[in-house]
């Protein structure tokens, strides 16, 4: 079974957690989220989210995959947090997949992982870095790298992460239960 790992920090934005984990889970794919610390997660709209548990024990495992949902100050606790910035630089290292919707890609933009590479993110977010290839599409996959612009996306960045694990059709799969139009 494919294996995720999704912080959580204090200021996410929930629509987008909550959308990657759903998702995720409905596609039989095994989630894990944590928390930077042991405490409940009150989210940047007030919704109060709880870990499965804390990063320090989640780090103990591998995972395929680490997904960082974004909002702020969200984002900016995940950029400051030397644990996620060293767990991105070793999933880089062993050529495994990065993903970060929102305002969390500039996480992977000051961590080295977007230089020379295309990405998107929530509009103004990566304005600072001047080594990647901004794209205003709104989900950008180069190599291991996934990127998205926002809540309004998170459906579909979701959609392609299910499709990059676990194939077209679980994607198929999970998103004709949602009855999405086309």
């Known amino acids: 079974m494919a294996s995720v790992l999704v912080p959580l920090a ?50 103990k495992q591998e995972y395929d995959m680490v997904v960082l949902p974004g909002g702020l100050p969200g984002a900016d606790h995940l950029d400051k947090d030397p644990r996620i910035r060293a767990l991105l630089t070793r999933m880089a290292a062993s050529d495994r997949f990065t993903a970060a919707i929102c305002a969390a890609p500039k996480v992977l933009a000051s961590t080295g992982l977007l230089k ?41 960045f979701t959609l392609e992460l299910i499709e990059i694990l676990v194939g077209k059709e679980k994607r198929d799969q999970v998103e004709a239960a949602l009855q999405r139009p086309h």
């Open 10 to 59: 204090q200021g996410c934005e929930e629509l987008e957690a909550t959308t990657i984990v759903d998702l995720l889970r409905r596609a039989e794919v095994g989630v894990v989220t944590a928390g930077l610390d042991d405490k409940p997660v009150r989210a940047s709209r007030g919704m109060v989210l709880v870990a499965d548990t804390t990063l320090d024990e989640a780090l």
């Open 116 to 156: 020379g590479r295309k990405a998107t993110s929530f509009p103004g977010v990566l304005d600072a870095f001047a080594e990647l290839d901004y794209s205003s599409e709104p989900v950008v996959r180069d190599g291991k790298v996934i990127t998205s612009r926002g809540p309004g996306t998170a459906m579909d």
